[in-house]
C-alpha cells in the first residue's frame, strides 16, 4: 500500500535552534513529492516540489532535499513564526488517486522564543 | 491575484441532511481537487476535474458523496444525508494544467453534522 510516513509527529525547538523533519515514502512510482505549511485554522501553504532524488529546494530558513526514500525539511535558525504543521504529499505516476495528494499526518512544530 | 475561495467557511447541519460546498479555484486553472481532513490528519483526496469531467473519483468514500464543475471553473460538492462521521474540514485546490503542477489550497469548509 502506498503511505507517507512523517516524523516526528511534534517537535518543540528553541528560536534559533535548527532541525530537520522526516518524510519516508513506500509508492509505486513516485511522480513528484511536495511539502506544505499549514497553520491552525487555514489551508496547507505550498512551500516545495521535488521530482527527482538528489534534488534540494531553499526558501528563507526552509531547504527541502529528496533521496529515492525519503524527503528531509531542514529549517536552520528558527524563528516563532516558523511554528505550524508542515505537510509533506506525493503524487504517484498510477493508480487510483494517483493526480491527488497523498499526505502523511504532518510534523506539528513549536518554536519557543 | 486572488488564490481559491470556499464558502461557507462554516457549515453546521442535522444528520441526514443535504449540504453543498462552493469552491472557487485560481482563475485559469483547469485542473481542480477536493479533500477532507479530519483533526490530527493530512488531507485526504476526494476527487480531481480536469477542465469540466471528474478526472478521478476513486477517493470519494460512497456515493452519498458527489461533486459537479459544470462550466470548468466553480465547483460544488454535494453530501447528501449527512452522518456524523462527515464531519471534517473540506479543502479545495487548484493547479494550472496537470496533476504534477504545484496546487494552490483554500481557507477550507469546516462541516459539523449534528
Known amino acids: 500500500e502506498d503511505q507517507v510516513t512523517q516524523s516526528p509527529e511534534a517537535l518543540r525547538l528553541q528560536e534559533g535552534e535548527s532541525s530537520s523533519l522526516n518524510c519516508s515514502y513506500t509508492?509505486?512510482?513516485?511522480?513528484?513529492l511536495f511539502w506544505y505549511r499549514q497553520d491552525p485554522g487555514k489551508g496547507p501553504e505550498f512551500l516545495f516540489t521535488l521530482y527527482s532524488a538528489g534534488e534540494e529546494k531553499e526558501k528563507e530558513r526552509l531547504k527541502a532535499t529528496l533521496t529515492k526514500k525519503e524527503s528531509f525539511l531542514h529549517i536552520t535558525a528558527p524563528k516563532p513564526e516558523d511554528s505550524a504543521t508542515y505537510l509533506c504529499a506525493v503524487t504517484m505516476n498510477s493508480g487510483g488517486g494517483a493526480d491527488g495528494l497523498t499526505f502523511g499526518k504532518g510534523t506539528h512544530l513549536i518554536i519557543q522564543p | 491575484g486572488a488564490g481559491v475561495s470556499q464558502t461557507p467557511s462554516n457549515k453546521v447541519t442535522e444528520k441526514g441532511k443535504y449540504v453543498e460546498l462552493r469552491c472557487d479555484p485560481i482563475s485559469g486553472h483547469t485542473a481542480l481537487y477536493w479533500y477532507r481532513q479530519s483533526l490530527g490528519q493530512g488531507p485526504e483526496f476526494l476527487i480531481y476535474f480536469q477542465g469540466t469531467g471528474a478526472a478521478d473519483d476513486s477517493g470519494l468514500p460512497n456515493d452519498r458523496f458527489f461533486a459537479v464543475r459544470p462550466e470548468g471553473s466553480v465547483s460544488t460538492l454535494k453530501i447528501q444525508r449527512t452522518e456524523r462521521g462527515d464531519s471534517a474540514v473540506y479543502l479545495c485546490?487548484?493547479?494550472?494544467?496537470?496533476?504534477?503542477?504545484?496546487?494552490?489550497f483554500g481557507p477550507g469548509t469546516r462541516l459539523t453534522v449534528l
Open positions: 485546490a487548484s493547479s494550472l494544467t496537470r496533476s504534477t503542477d504545484t496546487q494552490y
Open positions: 509508492v509505486s512510482g513516485l511522480r513528484g
